[in-house]
Structure formats: structure tokens, C-alpha cells
């Protein structure tokens, strides 16, 4: 084990066990009693800015020495809020460029009111989704702990990323680290699958659902020695707390009324809500936002459980025997995801307890929306300017759903997260808009077909204006 500074630890999130253990210990779960484990700080033994504004001092800086180089990455320039490791040992890509993007006009379509509602676009990664985030985290650590081989299970953007930072991280004998991915037969998004294969990872098809894909994952690592990249890591969550971060910044440090989020493996939700409760711990903000996770109706675990079985944090005492029974009546009766929107195509989510946190910590609700409506949902998105994979969609679905059922009021002020970018999943949209996926589709913008011929041209789109 490599003995790290007590500054930050491991400590496990079952309330009756709240075991602790070493940064340096590989750890995916609690060993003595297999909950999940949170990266934990002593606050008293590192400096915290008084004031969230020194963050965005350093905004803009690329070049020069190292630590201008990481104040350029959207995770490395808060690195006071995740301080588990020393600024030489931090690894970027030049993650989490993102900016808030005000959206009126898509406001209008929705019902909330003007300047009330604003996009937080994390395809603007490099990557092209917000994976980014926690893999500099995620690798920071693979790094310092000297592994030379990380794995994951993936829908798409995970793989993608992985891959990517894999090729921008070097081993301690120089080599860059080797990529290993494990995808479901023909689950994937095939422009995600792309960027794994050119990125140069080890692509594995398994015959079966990302769940199947999960349990490989964690057996390779557990038997292989694999460092694994999938949420249930947990420093990939401190990573993609720097989201919010970002969410602040471009709100000028003042707390939105709203977050609303797809729900897949429950990651950013589960991230959102710690990154929240430490900032109010320490005094940077005075008020929490609400949550909404948005589920896929074929992929709808956190939704049934909550509103559905009644399943709650309650403080840590959760009842798992309900989330265990709900599990087993999946199984038995062979019920398995299935949503047009791949990245959050999950049925057995690895973060439900700590996105159960989160709902309890932001006064969280759940909704679900089914593929029309995220389909709608994201080409709405891409009718005024911010083209988005589908699980995005899922977001301004929700939304439009809460709004009518006055959940959300239309002069909240909402932010939704944009997951991935449009080129994730090109054949979505081809086939939404040529009306190949749905047959309702209503917000299609289908081509039209003309002659090669001028005047046929001007009939078509008008004369001179």
C-alpha cells in the first residue's frame, strides 16, 4: 500500500460502518462491509479560499509554468476542494473548458420565464462529454497509485474518455497507461465506439447489457489487478464535483434554484450533491439548490424505487431489502434497459445509495421521461444552437415535464446539464429528424429533395431578400 498524506481518506458511506482507510489503498468498496466509499478531506489541515471568487482569478491561464497549465483545467483550478493529491502528480487534457450558456429562447419553449434558465454544455470536453472531469481525477490517482493498466464498463462516453486520458497519462517508466474497455454488443453509440478504437483501446464486446459489462469490469479488476474507471471509483466523483463548480462560477458564484441531471449510473448526481454539502460545510455558500435526476422510462431503477417503493437515504439507514427484492423481481422477470438515449441505458445503477444521498441532501425529486420526449427534448436543444447526445435530451424533457406539473415554478432559476455533445450520436438525430425513429416527431427538420436545377432552387427557398 502506498502511504499517503492524512489530509484526505477513504471512508465508507454505510452509516453503521463509516469504516476509514489510506488514500493509497486500492479500494472500490468498503472491505468490511461492501458499501460504497467517499473521498473525505480534514478540512482543518488545508487552506480553503474564504471565497469562491479566488476560482475564477484563475481562469484563462494556459501557458507558462505547470501550475498555469492547470489552471486552465476546469477540475485542477479548484483543487483546493478535492486536495487528495500534490499539484506535480495532477494529470489534465485540458478538461472542463466549459461555460453556463444563457438560453431564452429555448426558455420560451418551456415556460420559464426569460433569463431564468441556462445550460451547462460539458460536450464541450475534449472527449465531448463531461467523463472528462472525473477521468483527470480518476487518473490523477491511477498514476500516483503506479498502475500501468485501467479498465472500465461503458455505454459509450466512458470509453471514450478513458481512452483518451490513457494516451495523455504516463506511467512512472515513461509508457502511457494501456486502455482496456468493455462495451455491450450493439449498445453503443457508434461515434462513441469510435473515439475507444482510435484512441487506441482494448475494446471488448460482451454479449450482454452494460450491467453484464460491469460485472466483467469488476472482476478484472479484482482478479486482474485492473485500475477501475467507472463511477464506483470514488475519486471519478471528485472530478465531476467541478461541474457545480463551474455551474457557480458562471452564476457568479450566486446558487441556482434548480440542478436537473439524466440519471444513468448515478455519478453526477451522486457528485453534485457532495460537492454541495461541502461547500455549505464550508461556509462558501448558504443555501443547497433542489435537485431533479431524470430517468428513461426503459431505464428507470431510481424513479420506481423512490416514487414507486418509497426508498429513501434516511440519513444512511437505507432500506436495502426493498432495492435487493426490486432486483430480483428484474431478474425474474427478465426486465432489462432499454431507452433510445445509450448513456443512461442502466438498470442496475453502482451510485444508488449516494445519489439517494444527494436527493436527500438538495431536497431532490426523481422523473422519468420516455424516448419521445427525449428526442424532443434534444432537438429542441439543437433548434436554438447547442446540439447535445440524446441522454441530454433527457434534461430539458424533464424540465418541461416539472413545469407542468408546477414542481418547478417559471421563475426559478434552472440549470440543465448537457452530458455529451450532438456528435456522440449522430444516427439519432439523422433518423429523428428523417423520421426513421418516431414517428411523431415534433420538432423534425427533415431535408428536402430537389432537382439540380436553379429555378427549382429559388421555389423552393424564395427569392432574393
Not at 468490511?32 to 474564504?50: A, F, H, I, M
Not at 471514450?160 to 474497455?181: C, N, P, Q, W, Y
Not at 417559471?410 to 418516431?438: E, F, W
Amino acid at each position: 500500500m502506498l502511504a499517503m498524506p492524512d489530509i484526505a481518506f477513504q471512508q465508507c458511506i454505510g452509516t453503521d460502518c463509516a469504516a476509514r482507510f489510506d488514500i493509497g489503498q486500492i479500494l472500490f468498496s468498503c472491505p468490511e462491509c461492501g458499501s460504497l466509499l467517499d473521498v473525505r478531506y480534514d478540512w482543518s489541515r488545508t487552506e480553503v479560499p474564504k471565497s469562491l471568487s479566488l476560482f475564477g482569478s484563475r481562469r484563462g491561464t494556459s501557458s507558462g509554468n505547470a501550475e498555469a497549465r492547470l489552471n486552465a483545467s476546469g477540475v485542477w483550478r479548484f483543487r483546493e476542494l478535492l486536495p487528495f493529491c500534490p499539484l506535480d502528480d495532477m494529470v489534465t487534457a485540458g478538461e472542463g473548458q466549459t461555460q453556463l450558456q444563457h438560453a431564452d429562447a429555448l426558455a420560451g419553449e418551456l415556460g420559464v420565464d426569460a433569463g431564468r434558465l441556462f445550460l451547462q454544455y460539458e460536450g464541450f470536453n475534449p472527449s465531448g462529454s463531461f467523463k472528462d472531469n472525473g477521468m483527470a481525477a480518476a487518473f490523477t490517482m491511477a498514476r500516483r497509485l503506479g498502475c500501468t493498466r485501467v479498465a472500465c464498463a461503458s455505454t459509450g462516453n466512458t470509453s471514450a474518455s478513458l481512452a483518451m486520458f490513457a494516451r495523455h497519462t504516463k506511467t512512472k517508466s515513461g509508457a502511457s497507461m494501456e486502455a482496456i474497455v468493455f462495451v455491450g454488443g450493439g449498445k453503443i453509440a457508434l461515434g462513441k465506439l469510435a473515439q475507444a478504437l482510435d484512441y487506441g483501446a482494448t475494446t471488448i464486446q460482451i454479449a450482454g447489457d452494460f450491467d453484464a459489462c460491469m460485472r466483467i469490469a469488476e472482476q478484472t479488476a479484482d482478479q486482474l489487478g485492473l485500475y477501475l474507471m467507472n463511477s464506483v471509483n470514488p475519486f471519478r466523483l471528485e472530478g465531476q464535483k467541478t461541474i457545480m463548480y463551474r455551474v457557480l462560477e458562471g452564476l457568479n458564484w450566486e446558487v441556482p434554484d434548480w440542478i436537473i441531471v439524466p440519471g444513468g449510473n448515478l455519478g453526477n448526481s451522486s457528485a453534485f450533491g457532495k460537492a454541495f454539502a461541502e461547500l455549505r460545510e464550508l461556509g462558501l455558500i448558504d443555501r443547497i439548490p433542489r435537485l431533479a435526476i431524470i430517468n428513461a422510462a426503459g431505464a428507470n431503477t431510481l424513479c420506481q424505487l423512490v416514487n414507486e417503493h418509497g426508498v429513501r437515504y434516511n440519513g444512511g439507514r437505507v432500506d436495502t431489502n426493498r432495492i435487493e427484492g426490486y432486483y430480483k423481481k428484474m431478474n425474474a422477470e427478465g426486465t432489462r434497459a432499454k431507452t433510445v438515449a445509450s448513456a443512461i441505458e442502466i438498470g442496475r445503477p453502482v451510485n444508488l445509495i449516494k445519489a439517494l444521498r444527494s436527493l436527500e441532501v438538495m431536497d431532490g425529486v426523481v422523473e422519468q421521461v420516455n424516448d419521445a420526449e427525449i428526442l424532443d427534448g434534444k432537438a429542441l436543444v439543437g433548434k436554438y444552437g447547442y446540439g447535445c447526445e440524446p441522454a441530454s435530451g433527457a434534461s430539458v424533457a424533464g424540465l418541461r415535464k416539472l413545469i407542468d406539473e408546477k414542481m418547478i415554478a417559471p421563475s426559478d432559476r434552472v440549470v440543465c446539464i448537457l452530458t455529451g455533445h450532438a456528435l456522440k450520436d449522430p444516427n439519432a438525430t439523422i433518423d429523428y429528424h428523417s423520421g426513421a425513429r418516431q414517428k411523431h416527431a415534433r420538432f423534425a427538420n427533415p431535408p428536402t429533395s430537389c432537382a439540380a436545377d436553379f429555378d427549382a432552387v429559388a421555389r423552393l427557398i424564395g427569392g432574393a431578400r
